[in-house]
């Protein structure tokens, strides 16, 4: 790992295989929300991080979006969702967390949601 926002080069591949089978909630997240400078910050998918890998994460603003699908629901993953956001948060990150369904039906709200935070951190 190297300081380059704790970079994690050995989940690289696996992160190119998770932006290669990305879920319908992130692919409508990204097109529709993050991708390009939609947001005037540049935002990047399946970033490795620390031992995790990150749904999208802007440098910049040390933002981090999760989504989270069915599986979250069950505690055993939520307990692990948390101990994962607090290891991020400690490091700077400010983490946004939303569920697929949100996504999926309620993008509208999310994305001012998003841009409150963008301008907060900005």
């Known amino acids: 790992m190297n300081k380059n926002f704790y970079y994690n080069t050995n989940l690289k591949e696996l992160a190119r295989l998770l932006r290669k089978n990305s879920t319908r909630a992130e692919i409508r997240l990204w097109t529709e929300v993050l991708r390009g400078k ?53 490091k700077g990150f400010k983490i946004l967390r939303f569920s697929d369904d949100e996504v999926m039906n309620n993008l509208e709200n999310l994305d001012g949601e998003i841009m409150y935070w963008i301008e907060k951190l900005g």
């Open 38 to 90: 939609n947001t005037g910050y540049t935002f990047l998918r399946q970033r490795p991080i620390l031992i995790y890998i990150a749904d999208f994460m802007c440098k910049d603003l040390q933002l981090i979006i999760a989504l989270d699908g069915y599986s979250h629901n069950f505690e055993q993953q939520w307990k692990k969702d948390l101990k994962r956001q607090k290891e991020l948060e400690d």
